[in-house]
């Protein structure tokens, strides 16, 4: 499988992909059809941008996109799945910032069934960093999530943004093993529950924490 490095521009219905040597186009239009249709079930959410631009240079095929696609693995804590006693647990906690946070609030939008999402804090934000915490819990909110978890001091501000909103399931937590005992009590076979946050929050301990409660083994999902 054939991945670019680079960024896309939008002019008049045609996507122009700037990748180093290559410059490669397409119309817009068709490309985000097959995209929407074909391609986004297999592949998670860091891979969208650079997927239909392999598909755009015609140096593959969609078939062979789609084969490829169809054996990605994700790495560790990036939208890896856990079944948790019925529980499906989505770790996407190897790192946040408000780009990747508001790509997995909308991955998670898209999925069916009742609907969690765990936010820690997104370290490194500097004099913005209470604007962007803000922000993500108004897209939280938007999302129709059925409960949000807040995990940290600093990330208070993503359940202020979502209760401004007005979302009213909002828990806060200052530690991740209270969050996973909040998650014992607030959930039930057959939620998904994404986990969200900075490395330095080390938000795989509510996953870890939560399996401990429930006498599960914390396995990988089947997808």
């Known amino acids: ?36 249709s074909t391609f ?5 959410t860091w891979f969208a941008p ?8 015609g140096l593959v095929g969609a078939q062979e996109v789609r084969e490829g696609l169809s054996q990605v693995k994700s790495p ?21 910032n408000p780009a990747s946070m508001e790509a997995a609030l909308r991955w998670l939008a898209a999925r069916s069934g009742r609907k969690i999402a765990v936010l820690g804090t997104m370290r490194e934000l500097g004099a913005f960093s209470e604007k962007y915490h803000e922000e993500a819990g108004l897209r939280a909110a938007a999302c129709g999530l059925d409960l949000l978890v807040v995990v940290g001091e600093e990330a208070y501000r993503i359940a202020q943004g979502a209760r401004e909103a007005g979302m009213e399931s909002v828990l806060t937590c200052l530690e991740p093993e209270e969050a996973a005992r909040l998650l014992l009590a607030n959930t039930q076979e057959g939620d998904i ?15 870890d924490e939560f399996g401990r409660l429930v006498g599960c083994s914390t396995g990988l999902a089947t997808t």
């Not at 986004?40 to 998670?44: A, C, K």
């Not at 650079?50 to 240079?57: I, K, M, V």
């Open 50 to 57: 650079t997927s239909p631009a392999a598909l755009a240079t």
């Open 76 to 96: 560790g804590m990036r939208l890896e799945h856990r079944n948790l006693c019925g529980r499906e647990l989505v770790l996407d906690c190897y790192n946040a």
């Open 1 to 36: 499988m054939l991945l670019l490095v680079g960024g896309p521009l939008l002019s008049h219905g045609v996507l122009f992909w700037m990748v180093p040597k290559v410059i490669a186009f397409f119309y817009a239009a068709q490309i985000h059809a097959l995209w929407e």
């Open 193 to 207: 529950v994404l986990i969200k946050g900075s490395r330095q929050e080390r938000l795989e301990r509510v996953a």
């Open 40 to 44: 986004l079930s297999l592949v998670p």
